[in-house]
Structure formats: C-alpha cells, structure tokens
Nanobody, 115 residues
C-alpha cells in the first residue's frame, strides 16, 4: 500500500508561480511512474504531467513550457513547478503513483489563479 500527500497549493495572480509537492509513504519501492492530474469544478479530471522512474517526463499541451515535473527518490517526493500560471490552471491537483498492480491517489491540493 502507498499513501500520497500533496501540498503547496494556494492562491496566486496570473503570471505567478507555485511548486506542488507530493510525498509518498508506505511501500514506496513499488513506485515507478508518478503523475499529476487536475480537476476543475464541472470538468473531468485531466492529465497534467508524468515522470518515469528513469526521470523522463511528459506534459499536457496546455502546460508544456510552463510546468516542470521532477522527483527526488531519496525524499520520496515528486514536485510540480508551475510558472506563468493562468486562470485556466485553477483546479484541484492530484498526485498519482503507479505501482505494480495498481495506482494510488493523493487527497489533492487546491490551486486558484485570479487576475
């Protein structure tokens, strides 16, 4: 079993930055991919970014060039650095860990961007 805890969300103005963190606990050795999703009210949950166990990363087109995902296995943490935030980035951001045989979600952290 793996537990994930997100933090770092908050309220910022457009153009601002935030860094989200996701700390894993439990059977963390099983994790090979870490993923960020987000969900705005009334919308479906959407993929934001992912990082593999080898450090390779992917991004949704909507955040490409603005967000950076990274991981520090020694700290059991994955990060999402968000720059040039837009109103459309407002959402609950969730951390998703991939293990053999299943996935594990965090509780989410709220990001609100206003002009």
């Amino acid at each position: 079993q793996v537990w994930l805890l997100e933090s770092g969300g908050g309220s910022v103005e457009t153009g601002g930055s935030l860094r989200l963190s996701c700390v894993a606990s439990g059977d963390i050795s099983c994790l090979y991919d870490m993923t960020w999703y987000r969900q705005a009210p009334g919308k479906e949950r959407e993929f934001v970014s992912a990082i593999g166990n080898d450090g390779r990363s992917t991004y949704a087109d909507s955040v490409k060039g603005r967000f950076t995902i990274s991981r520090d296995n020694a700290k059991s943490t994955v990060y999402l650095k968000m720059n040039s935030l837009q109103i459309e980035d407002t959402a609950m951001y969730y951390c998703l860990g991939w293990c053999n045989g299943g996935t594990h979600w965090g509780q989410g952290t709220q990001v609100t961007v206003s002009s």
